[in-house]
C-alpha cells in the first residue's frame, strides 16, 4: 500500500515548525530525511507517525534518543513483553534471540532498567523492538547515531537484510548524508520546517537544485565514513 498524506504540519508555541508538507512512500521504497540540524526532521517523523497510527497504518518508531521509547521504571524485559503484546504476539524466545544475536546485545540482563544499560546498548535493543513485526513502515530517527561506527555499519548491514524479503517501506531520517546515500534510493532535503528537495539519491548527489542541498553535498568527505 503506497502511503500518502497530504497537509502534514505542525506549530509549538504559536510558531509554525512544520509547513504545510505532502508525503508519499512506495510499498518497500527506502526514503531518507536529510537536512541541517533543527530544519524539522523529527518534527516530520513524529507529526507522520501520527497521522498514520490514527488511519490504521502499522509503523515502528525507533526514535532519535532511546529515552524517548524507554521507561526508566521499566526492566528491558517489560519492555520487550509490552511490544509484542501491542502486536499481538505471542512471546517468542527464538525471534527474541535472534534479534538480540543480529544487534550484539544476547549477553545484557533484561531484568536491568535501561540506565542499566549503555546508551549504545539500549539504541540497538530500541532497534531490535522495531523489527519484532512487519509495520507497512519503520521510521528511524538517527538509528546510529549513539553507535561506534563498526556496530553502526553492522546495524545499517542488518536493516538491509530484514527489509529485503518484507514490504516494509524505510524513511531514514539523518542529518549525515554519507549514510543516508548508502542506505536509500530516494532523498528529502528539509530546510526551515519544508521539504525543499526530493530527488532519486544518485541524481541528488549528482545534481543537488537547491542550496540546502548543495551545502550537504558540497562535503564530500563522508564518501570515506563505513555505513
Ligand atoms: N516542543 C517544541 N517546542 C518548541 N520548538 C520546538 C519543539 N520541538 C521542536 N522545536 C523546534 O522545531 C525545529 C525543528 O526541530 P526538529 O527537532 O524537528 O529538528 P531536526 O531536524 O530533527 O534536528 P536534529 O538534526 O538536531 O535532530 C527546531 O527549530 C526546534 O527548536
Ligand atoms: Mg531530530
New binding site residues.
Partial sequence: MTITLFGLSAT??G?P?LHPTDITIEPGARVGLV?A????????GHTLIDALRAQGTTVAHVP?SPDEALDPLRSMGFHWREAERALHLAPNPARQAKLFEALNISGANLRKRPWGWSRGMQQRFVIAMALIGTPDLLVMD?PTSALDPVVAAQTMDLLDRYLADRHTALLLIT?DLGLAARRVSRLLV?AQ?QVVEDAPTLQMLAQPQTKQAQALCAHRNWRTLPC
Avoid at 540540524?37 to 516530520?44: A, D, I, V, Y
Fill in positions: 509549538r508555541s510558531r515548525i537536512g540540524s533543527g530544519s524539522g526532521k523529527s518534527t516530520l532519535q538517527e542529518h528539509m520546517g
